[in-house]
């Protein structure tokens, strides 16, 4: 059963820059598309960034050009780098394969303060 650990949430000024990790505990050579989600109580969990093997990536409108998803297959992590935050940020964030052949990880709780 493949496992993912998400990190790097806080609590951050609005403006300001959080980057998320993603470590699986398996080669995510083979797994073509990987992608970050978020989830606000109450609310859809909904897909924020995906990225392929080949380093095709693919942003939600709310975050294009503030967040860049990227990997690291040799040491099997996924990354989300997020700039010039905004409170309607904040969410649980988790990672995932597309299409998803795992259970949810316990995410990391980002909050952006106004």
């Known amino acids: 059963q493949v496992q993912l650990v998400e990190s790097g949430g806080g609590l951050v000024q609005a403006g300001g820059s959080l980057r998320l990790s993603c470590a699986v505990s398996?080669?995510?050579?083979?797994?073509?598309?990987m992608g970050w989600y978020r989830q606000d109580p109450g609310k859809q969990r909904e897909l924020v960034a995906s990225?392929?093997?080949?380093?095709?990536?693919n942003y939600a409108d709310s975050v294009k050009d503030r967040f860049t998803i990227s990997r690291d297959n040799a040491k099997n992590t996924v990354y989300l780098q997020m700039n010039s935050l905004k409170p309607g940020d904040t969410a649980v964030y988790y990672c995932a394969s597309i299409p998803r052949s795992h259970n949810w990880g316990q995410g990391t709780q980002v909050t952006v303060s106004s």
């Open positions: 990225i392929t093997k080949g380093g095709n990536t």
């Open positions: 398996r080669t995510i050579f083979s797994i073509n598309v």
